[in-house]
């Protein structure tokens, strides 16, 4: 179901308290949502991060609601958002992220990458605060999930790990060359990127001695 808005809510977002000011107008028409049940909204966001739609996903339990996939990204992409935010209410008010809402979550965080339309932020709210996966630093650590990425995404992520550690290796061969021909430490950083730091370790190390 869209959420009909007015012109003064299809605001800029800018943090998670502007999308929270709107999000709790709409829990508290009573005569549209019932409260008593979990329900599961999807906000668009234009490129300059302006509201472009609110879709109410699903209706669930008192505890639980489940979204699915095609639901969450089929009117973000007929629409265009270039992001979206995930946000559904607790009605007993408990703002605390379950491991449902971890897992939900954390698919659709992966969904999001492979039709190139991140998820921006989860909200969890009641008719008196929210959370924010965001803000909590949930949304970081669902990130590293590999839970639900495509063995094909896996294996470019590894491929991809592999190539750095290789580029690594031949920018630390390169600075050993440079300094057992007796190149000083500010011009082996300046020509391989590594920092002092990094030099002056792995000449402790001894891995910059040939």
Aim: charged share 30%; with cysteine.
């Amino acid at each position: 179901m869209d959420i009909k808005l007015t012109d003064a809510e299809r605001i800029k977002i800018l943090n998670s308290d502007d999308l929270y000011g709107i999000m709790q107008r709409i829990l508290l028409r009573e005569d549209k949502i019932d409260q008593n049940r979990e329900h599961f909204w999807v906000i668009g966001l234009a490129n300059n991060c302006r509201i472009l739609f609110i879709e109410l996903i699903c209706l669930g339990s008192v505890n639980r609601s489940i979204a699915d996939p095609m639901e969450v990204f089929s009117l973000a992409l007929q629409k265009r958002a270039v992001q979206i935010i995930l946000c559904h209410n607790h009605p007993s008010g408990e703002l605390r992220a379950s491991a449902a809402d971890k897992d939900s979550t954390d698919r659709l965080i992966q969904v999001g990458k492979i039709v190139s339309t991140p998820v921006l932020d989860h909200l969890i709210i009641s008719d008196k605060s929210f959370i924010s996966f965001m803000d909590t630093g949930l949304m970081d650590e669902l990130e590293m999930s590999d839970k639900y990425v495509p063995p094909y995404k896996l294996k470019e992520r590894y491929e991809k790990e592999a190539a750095r550690i290789a580029e690594q290796k031949r920018t630390i061969d390169i600075a050993r060359q440079l300094k057992s021909n007796g190149v000083d430490l500010q011009t082996i950083s300046d020509s391989t990127g590594l920092s002092m730091k990094e030099l002056e370790s792995l000449e402790n190390d001894s891995k910059l001695n040939p």
